[in-house]
């Protein structure tokens, strides 16, 4: 028995989604611990690709128990799309579970975040425009409607009418903006309400009987540490918590019940939305590692800024989630460079620091200190073994292990589930 958690490095967009399946394909039980429809696993099985945006990736295998946990923001109304389109596509969706406690995403939280970034002119976040930060504020302000409440009609009227009266008043007094009718989200979530109810359950007594009945258990992140509320960029942030401490509130779990912290990092550098990005690429070389990478969100479609490998990030998440192992993205895709580079520390007034930032100001006013490797050929997608890479990505991984102080567990050569170099067993 193992439990393994898996978390984003760098901005998001890791490609976790494939290193989740993959991994799921060895679990009992996959855990969804935070984030909400603003975030997207793709996953390509054989010819076929899914886009993921709230059920977990243990989807994918039938005898694994797939939970969306009470750290999650739930929209009811995406859920209840993606499960239809899932099982549209012959999926069985018997295995998911939904979390009682987990809250709810209704349409004033899609509304303000609107409003929101449209008040905050240029200075605006970058947000999905998914309600997620309005969500969460409303948990911490204790205002949140839950998916206990939506399951019981007469509660959830209730709750809804009283919360109704005063997102109106924000909506109309503050923003200006046109009030939200109350009868057609009732209607509405009513549906979504009959859809996931079979689901629905005590994800907390379920998840502990798994773990102490032996079973594998795979904790799934979404977005990645830099997206972190607490130590990521901020303001330019998710409104959850993707590290590895995030599964303990997140899942209902104590930090002894997670034995290994796999950190996804790509072979280079993404990050989508506004904030400043120290190793970005504006030159045909990002542009062609966009394209080459098809770097574009699965959930927004927005192109991601690209840049080269950022070893500063990376010292910086090993420590914030103890991470054990790495999974290295991507390394087909910067094949076919003559030279690649990783950026080792920041220059600012000819003074060299490994440290990252607590200030995105701060971050703003750095320069990379690059170091510079050979490239490798493209060719490297049907490679299985370590030994078979090229010995130029060998290097460049073995660059990696050496200026993280964590060894490289899985390298992604290719988008599908079977294109992965395994160098050793998460789960024992």
């Not at 028995?1 to 399946?21: H, L």
């Not at 009227?157 to 009030?179: A, C, F, H, Q, W």
């Not at 490798?376 to 049907?382: E, G, M, N, P, V």
């Not at 090229?390 to 390298?411: D, Q």
Request: proline share 4%; glycine share 12%.
């Amino acid at each position: 028995m193992a439990n393994v958690a898996v978390v984003g490095t760098q901005w998001g967009d890791e490609g976790k989604g494939r290193f989740v399946d993959f991994l799921a394909t060895g679990a009992d039980v996959v855990v969804r611990y935070q984030g909400g429809n603003n975030a997207g696993h793709t996953v390509e099985i054989g010819s076929e690709q899914y886009k993921l945006h709230l059920v977990p990736s243990g989807i994918f295998n039938p005898r694994t128990l797939s939970i969306l946990a009470h750290g999650t923001v739930i929209d009811p109304v995406s859920l209840a799309a993606e499960m239809d389109e899932l099982a549209g596509r012959g999926l069985d969706m018997s295995g998911l579970r939904v979390s009682l406690r987990a809250q709810v995403v209704l349409p004033h939280h899609r509304a303000l975040d609107a409003l929101g970034e449209a008040a905050r002119g240029d200075a605006d976040i970058g947000t999905t425009r998914r309600g997620i930060g309005p969500a969460y504020m409303d948990k911490a302000e204790r205002s949140g409607i839950r998916i206990c409440d939506l399951i019981d009609d007469t509660v959830f009227e209730s709750k809804l009418r009283r919360v109704m009266d005063e997102k109106n008043r924000i909506i109309t007094r503050v923003y200006d903006g046109e009030p939200l009718a109350v009868e057609p989200i009732l209607d509405e979530y009513r549906a979504c309400a009959q859809r996931i109810r079979p689901y629905v359950t005590d994800t907390i007594w379920l998840l502990h009987e798994r773990i102490e009945a032996g079973d594998n258990v795979l904790f799934e992140g979404a977005q990645g540490t830099l997206l972190d509320l607490d130590v990521g960029t901020y303001p330019y942030v998710t409104s959850s918590h993707p590290i590895a401490g995030g599964v303990c509130v997140g899942a209902g779990v104590g930090p002894a019940a997670i034995h290994s912290v796999a950190g996804v990092v790509k072979a280079y550098t993404t990050r989508v939305g506004k904030g400043p990005f120290v190793t970005e690429l504006l030159d045909e070389t990002g542009q062609w590692i966009r394209e080459k990478g098809h770097e574009y969100g699965a959930t927004t479609g927005r192109p991601r800024r690209c840049g080269w490998l950022d070893a500063v990030i990376l010292r910086f998440a090993a420590r914030v989630n103890g991470l054990t192992h790495l999974a290295v993205s991507r390394m087909d895709t910067l094949g076919g460079i003559d030279r690649v580079k990783i950026c080792t520390g920041y220059r600012r007034g000819g003074v060299v620091t490994d440290r990252f930032p607590a200030r995105w100001e701060e971050l703003g006013q750095y320069e990379p200190v690059y170091e510079e490797l050979p490239g490798w050929t493209d060719q490297i997608s049907d490679v299985t073994r370590y030994d078979e890479l090229p010995e130029a990505a060998r290097l460049y991984l073995e660059r990696i292990e050496e200026l993280t102080g964590v060894p490289v567990a899985m390298i992604g050569v290719g988008a599908r589930r079977d294109q992965a170099v395994v160098r050793c067993d998460l789960y024992r």
